[in-house]
Antibody
Framework: QVQLQESGPGLVKPSETLSLTCVVS????????WNWVRQPPGKGLEWVGY????????NHNPSLKSRVTMSLDTSKNHFSLKLTSVTAADTAVYYC???????????????WGQGTLVTVSS | DIQMTQSPSSLSASVGDRVTITCRSS??????LNWYQQKPGKAPKLLIY???RLQSGVPSRFSGSGFGTDFTLTISSLQPEDFAVYYC?????????FGQGTKVDIK
Protein backbone atom coordinates (compact mmCIF):
# COMPACT_ATOMS: atom_id res chain seq x y z
CA GLN A 1 0.00 0.00 0.00
CA VAL A 2 1.15 3.52 -0.68
CA GLN A 3 2.98 5.43 2.05
CA LEU A 4 2.92 9.20 2.36
CA GLN A 5 5.17 11.65 4.22
CA GLU A 6 4.53 15.39 4.54
CA SER A 7 7.26 17.97 5.01
CA GLY A 8 7.48 21.73 5.28
CA PRO A 9 7.90 24.63 7.70
CA GLY A 10 6.03 24.35 10.96
CA LEU A 11 5.71 28.11 11.37
CA VAL A 12 4.52 30.61 8.78
CA LYS A 13 4.01 34.34 9.25
CA PRO A 14 0.62 35.94 8.56
CA SER A 15 0.14 37.08 4.93
CA GLU A 16 2.94 34.75 3.75
CA THR A 17 2.68 31.49 1.78
CA LEU A 18 2.39 28.05 3.34
CA SER A 19 4.28 25.42 1.32
CA LEU A 20 4.11 21.68 1.95
CA THR A 21 5.36 18.63 0.08
CA CYS A 22 4.18 15.03 0.28
CA VAL A 23 6.49 12.21 -0.82
CA VAL A 24 4.82 9.08 -2.17
CA SER A 25 6.33 5.61 -1.89
CA UNK A 26 5.18 2.03 -2.29
CA UNK A 27 2.97 2.47 -5.36
CA UNK A 28 2.73 4.33 -8.60
CA UNK A 29 1.97 8.02 -8.25
CA UNK A 30 -0.10 7.80 -11.40
CA UNK A 31 -2.94 5.73 -9.95
CA UNK A 32 -4.36 8.11 -7.39
CA UNK A 33 -5.98 11.41 -6.74
CA TRP A 34 -3.63 13.27 -4.38
CA ASN A 35 -5.40 15.25 -1.71
CA TRP A 36 -4.70 17.66 1.11
CA VAL A 37 -6.90 17.59 4.20
CA ARG A 38 -6.45 19.84 7.21
CA GLN A 39 -7.57 19.79 10.82
CA PRO A 40 -7.39 22.85 13.09
CA PRO A 41 -6.37 21.96 16.64
CA GLY A 42 -9.24 20.27 18.45
CA LYS A 43 -11.56 20.51 15.44
CA GLY A 44 -12.80 18.41 12.54
CA LEU A 45 -11.49 17.59 9.10
CA GLU A 46 -11.60 19.91 6.09
CA TRP A 47 -10.71 18.91 2.54
CA VAL A 48 -8.35 21.40 0.94
CA GLY A 49 -8.00 20.08 -2.61
CA TYR A 50 -6.68 17.41 -4.94
CA UNK A 51 -4.49 16.99 -7.99
CA UNK A 52 -4.99 14.09 -10.36
CA UNK A 53 -1.94 12.74 -12.14
CA UNK A 54 -3.59 11.39 -15.27
CA UNK A 55 -4.63 14.76 -16.58
CA UNK A 56 -3.01 17.14 -14.11
CA UNK A 57 -6.43 18.38 -13.18
CA UNK A 58 -6.97 20.04 -9.83
CA ASN A 59 -9.92 20.91 -7.64
CA HIS A 60 -9.96 22.77 -4.38
CA ASN A 61 -12.37 23.78 -1.68
CA PRO A 62 -14.12 27.02 -2.73
CA SER A 63 -13.91 28.17 0.92
CA LEU A 64 -10.20 28.78 0.28
CA LYS A 65 -11.00 30.93 -2.72
CA SER A 66 -8.07 31.27 -5.09
CA ARG A 67 -5.35 30.89 -2.45
CA VAL A 68 -4.59 27.24 -3.28
CA THR A 69 -2.08 25.93 -5.82
CA MET A 70 -1.19 22.26 -6.15
CA SER A 71 1.47 20.60 -8.27
CA LEU A 72 2.79 17.13 -8.97
CA ASP A 73 6.33 16.00 -9.79
CA THR A 74 6.25 12.44 -11.08
CA SER A 75 10.04 12.29 -11.46
CA LYS A 76 10.43 12.89 -7.72
CA ASN A 77 7.28 11.04 -6.72
CA HIS A 78 5.92 13.93 -4.76
CA PHE A 79 3.14 16.50 -4.84
CA SER A 80 2.92 19.91 -3.25
CA LEU A 81 0.55 22.46 -1.77
CA LYS A 82 0.88 26.23 -1.65
CA LEU A 83 -1.58 28.33 0.30
CA THR A 84 -1.13 32.06 -0.02
CA SER A 85 -2.03 34.98 2.26
CA VAL A 86 -2.32 32.81 5.33
CA THR A 87 -3.97 33.92 8.57
CA ALA A 88 -4.29 32.36 12.01
CA ALA A 89 -7.37 30.53 10.71
CA ASP A 90 -5.06 28.43 8.52
CA THR A 91 -3.30 27.00 11.57
CA ALA A 92 -3.91 23.26 11.37
CA VAL A 93 -2.45 19.81 11.01
CA TYR A 94 -2.15 19.27 7.27
CA TYR A 95 -2.48 15.73 5.95
CA CYS A 96 -1.76 14.45 2.49
CA UNK A 97 -3.96 11.56 1.39
CA UNK A 98 -4.41 9.37 -1.67
CA UNK A 99 -7.83 8.46 -3.04
CA UNK A 100 -9.08 6.17 -5.78
CA UNK A 101 -12.01 6.53 -8.18
CA UNK A 102 -12.43 3.40 -10.29
CA UNK A 103 -14.89 0.53 -10.12
CA UNK A 104 -15.81 -0.04 -6.48
CA UNK A 105 -13.46 2.74 -5.38
CA UNK A 106 -15.64 5.80 -4.95
CA UNK A 107 -13.14 8.44 -3.88
CA UNK A 108 -12.34 7.23 -0.40
CA UNK A 109 -9.04 8.35 1.18
CA UNK A 110 -7.20 5.04 1.36
CA UNK A 111 -3.80 6.24 2.54
CA TRP A 112 -2.79 9.14 4.76
CA GLY A 113 0.45 10.79 5.79
CA GLN A 114 1.07 11.21 9.50
CA GLY A 115 0.27 14.93 9.30
CA THR A 116 2.30 18.05 9.92
CA LEU A 117 1.30 20.94 12.17
CA VAL A 118 1.55 24.36 10.56
CA THR A 119 1.15 27.35 12.86
CA VAL A 120 0.50 30.80 11.45
CA SER A 121 1.96 33.37 13.80
CA SER A 122 4.27 36.37 13.75
CA ASP B 1 -21.68 22.15 -0.75
CA ILE B 2 -23.13 18.94 0.67
CA GLN B 3 -23.47 19.20 4.44
CA MET B 4 -22.82 16.08 6.49
CA THR B 5 -24.41 15.76 9.93
CA GLN B 6 -23.48 13.02 12.36
CA SER B 7 -25.33 11.94 15.45
CA PRO B 8 -24.66 11.72 18.23
CA SER B 9 -21.70 14.09 18.62
CA SER B 10 -20.44 11.92 21.44
CA LEU B 11 -21.41 8.76 23.25
CA SER B 12 -20.23 6.72 26.20
CA ALA B 13 -20.21 2.96 25.89
CA SER B 14 -18.76 -0.13 27.51
CA VAL B 15 -16.60 -2.86 26.06
CA GLY B 16 -18.87 -5.35 24.34
CA ASP B 17 -21.62 -2.85 23.57
CA ARG B 18 -23.17 -2.50 20.16
CA VAL B 19 -22.63 1.06 18.93
CA THR B 20 -24.43 2.83 16.09
CA ILE B 21 -23.46 6.19 14.59
CA THR B 22 -25.59 7.87 11.96
CA CYS B 23 -24.65 10.27 9.20
CA ARG B 24 -27.09 12.31 7.14
CA SER B 25 -26.23 14.29 4.02
CA SER B 26 -28.04 17.45 2.90
CA UNK B 27 -28.58 15.90 -0.54
CA UNK B 28 -28.21 12.44 -2.00
CA UNK B 29 -24.68 11.07 -2.13
CA UNK B 30 -25.71 7.74 -3.69
CA UNK B 31 -23.27 5.25 -2.14
CA UNK B 32 -20.35 7.70 -2.10
CA LEU B 33 -20.05 7.64 1.67
CA ASN B 34 -16.97 6.70 3.69
CA TRP B 35 -16.20 6.23 7.39
CA TYR B 36 -12.93 6.95 9.19
CA GLN B 37 -11.59 6.36 12.69
CA GLN B 38 -9.18 8.84 14.25
CA LYS B 39 -7.23 8.38 17.46
CA PRO B 40 -5.48 11.26 19.28
CA GLY B 41 -2.40 12.51 17.47
CA LYS B 42 -2.93 10.14 14.55
CA ALA B 43 -4.14 10.42 10.99
CA PRO B 44 -7.64 9.19 10.18
CA LYS B 45 -7.93 5.57 9.14
CA LEU B 46 -10.37 4.34 6.50
CA LEU B 47 -12.86 1.80 7.87
CA ILE B 48 -15.74 1.63 5.39
CA TYR B 49 -16.01 2.91 1.80
CA UNK B 50 -18.84 2.99 -0.71
CA UNK B 51 -21.27 2.98 2.25
CA UNK B 52 -20.86 -0.69 3.12
CA ARG B 53 -17.55 -2.08 1.84
CA LEU B 54 -15.08 -3.03 4.56
CA GLN B 55 -11.56 -1.73 3.97
CA SER B 56 -8.94 -4.47 3.87
CA GLY B 57 -7.53 -5.25 7.32
CA VAL B 58 -10.43 -3.68 9.24
CA PRO B 59 -12.10 -6.01 11.77
CA SER B 60 -15.45 -7.43 10.75
CA ARG B 61 -17.16 -5.97 13.85
CA PHE B 62 -17.31 -2.74 11.83
CA SER B 63 -20.08 -2.48 9.27
CA GLY B 64 -21.78 0.24 7.25
CA SER B 65 -25.13 0.62 5.61
CA GLY B 66 -27.29 3.15 3.87
CA PHE B 67 -27.93 4.84 0.55
CA GLY B 68 -28.85 8.31 -0.60
CA THR B 69 -28.94 10.59 2.41
CA ASP B 70 -28.96 8.31 5.45
CA PHE B 71 -26.07 6.14 6.54
CA THR B 72 -25.04 4.13 9.58
CA LEU B 73 -21.77 2.87 11.03
CA THR B 74 -22.17 -0.03 13.45
CA ILE B 75 -19.62 -1.57 15.78
CA SER B 76 -21.10 -4.90 16.79
CA SER B 77 -19.06 -5.43 19.95
CA LEU B 78 -16.98 -2.47 21.10
CA GLN B 79 -13.35 -3.26 21.88
CA PRO B 80 -10.90 -1.19 23.97
CA GLU B 81 -9.03 -0.09 20.83
CA ASP B 82 -12.25 1.30 19.30
CA PHE B 83 -12.45 4.31 21.60
CA ALA B 84 -11.80 7.12 19.12
CA VAL B 85 -13.49 9.78 16.99
CA TYR B 86 -15.41 8.62 13.92
CA TYR B 87 -16.04 10.74 10.82
CA CYS B 88 -18.25 10.20 7.80
CA UNK B 89 -17.25 11.78 4.47
CA UNK B 90 -19.00 12.16 1.14
CA UNK B 91 -17.04 11.70 -2.07
CA UNK B 92 -20.01 12.23 -4.42
CA UNK B 93 -19.64 15.88 -5.29
CA UNK B 94 -16.73 18.23 -4.59
CA UNK B 95 -15.91 19.83 -2.28
CA UNK B 96 -15.63 16.55 -0.41
CA UNK B 97 -17.06 17.16 3.05
CA PHE B 98 -16.86 15.48 6.43
CA GLY B 99 -19.27 15.14 9.29
CA GLN B 100 -18.35 16.94 12.50
CA GLY B 101 -17.25 13.70 14.15
CA THR B 102 -18.58 11.37 16.84
CA LYS B 103 -16.42 10.79 19.89
CA VAL B 104 -16.78 7.33 21.42
CA ASP B 105 -15.44 7.14 24.95
CA ILE B 106 -15.51 4.76 27.87
CA LYS B 107 -18.55 4.67 30.11
Amino acid sequence: QVQLQESGPGLVKPSETLSLTCVVSGDSISSYYWNWVRQPPGKGLEWVGYIYNNDGGTNHNPSLKSRVTMSLDTSKNHFSLKLTSVTAADTAVYYCAGSLRDGYDLGQFVSWGQGTLVTVSS
Amino acid sequence: DIQMTQSPSSLSASVGDRVTITCRSSQSTNRYLNWYQQKPGKAPKLLIYAASRLQSGVPSRFSGSGFGTDFTLTISSLQPEDFAVYYCQQSYSPPWTFGQGTKVDIK
